[in-house]
């Protein structure tokens, strides 16, 4: 089988000696000396690639730029970038950004399920406590750069938008061939996740066996075995699946679900028609508030 053996390190790295507190498994500068973790940087645009395609997608329907629909999305190639911007350079201040926009992106959705129906006084007030929270949380992590609560945290949270997704499911969706869709693809964005976790600690735990095995490879097959890129697939590909999803539940039905990316598409696809002739417990406006029908 035809291959390159890898090479040792480009000297001269453009951005410097690492000082970030984190270094994933992928050797340092192997591809070019512009860019610390090349397959890592570049698996990161999943992100920013999902987050344009949503922003894209609101702005076809004639809503602003930066309205409330497309703040996850915004905060999705926010992930994209912060995270290109760590891998590529491998600076502490550029890993504290990448985990910050992490839970940025998080805490944007927490806004969407949890001000959902709820009157104006009840959204404010959840408002302020995730912000609140966050903020406080963001400082505690900055100034005692302590990874474990950030792993933790993050997945709490994740866990919590998807128990949260399935009760929004079952308490607007009235229709059981439509609740079975929504509640596969909240499934199936769960265990995307969770294999991306998996995959996240056998990259973190085996980086040496890893390593042995890409250099008996040799490039390209070697960047097969470059897990940490299979991480920001599959959680690029999660973390749409749940905006997506979302959206379609907690904003006005356009009946333009059809025009949601791969493969949040194959389950939202058609059902814009069937939220409009009556799928759901009530009528929910643009702001996201509701009224149950009698």
């Not at 035809?2 to 498994?25: D, L, R």
């Not at 439509?178 to 596969?184: C, I, P």
């Not at 991306?196 to 890409?214: G, M, S």
Request: contains cysteine.
């Amino acid at each position: 089988m035809w291959s390159i053996q890898y090479g040792p390190p480009k000297p001269k790295p453009f951005w410097g000696k690492q000082t970030s507190a984190v270094n994933f498994c992928e050797e340092d500068y192997i591809i070019t000396r512009y860019v610390g973790e090349f397959i890592n940087t570049l698996t990161s645009l999943f992100y920013v690639l999902y987050g344009y395609h949503g922003i894209r997608r609101c702005r076809r329907q004639n809503l602003g730029l930066f309205s409330p629909v497309n703040w996850t999305y915004w905060a999705l190639v926010g992930v994209g970038l912060f995270s290109a911007l760590y891998h590529a350079s491998l600076k502490y201040h550029t890993q504290m950004g990448d985990e910050m926009s992490m839970h940025l992106a998080t805490g944007t959705v927490f806004i969407q399920v949890f001000t959902f129906r709820k009157p104006a006084h009840e959204q404010r007030r959840n408002i302020v406590l995730i912000v609140v929270g966050l903020t406080a949380f963001v400082v505690y992590h900055c100034v005692t750069d302590e990874f474990v609560m950030h792993v933790v945290v993050f997945f709490g949270t994740s866990v919590t938008v998807s128990l949260k997704t399935s009760r929004i499911i079952k308490e607007t969706i009235r229709d059981r061939a439509v609740r079975k869709r929504l509640h596969r693809l909240t499934t199936f964005a769960t265990c995307n996740a969770l294999i991306a976790w998996l995959i996240w600690n056998v990259d973190v735990h085996f980086c040496a066996t890893l390593t042995r095995w890409k250099h008996a490879l040799g490039m390209p097959w070697g960047i097969l075995l470059e897990l940490h890129g299979y991480w920001h697939l599959l959680t690029a590909i999660s973390a749409y699946c749940f905006m997506a999803e979302i959206e379609f539940l907690t904003t006005s039905a356009d009946g333009a679900a059809s025009s949601f990316a791969w493969p949040a598409k194959l389950a939202l696809g058609g059902l814009g028609e069937a939220k409009d002739s009556g799928g759901r417990n009530g009528k929910v406006g643009a702001n996201g508030a509701a009224t149950k029908e009698d």
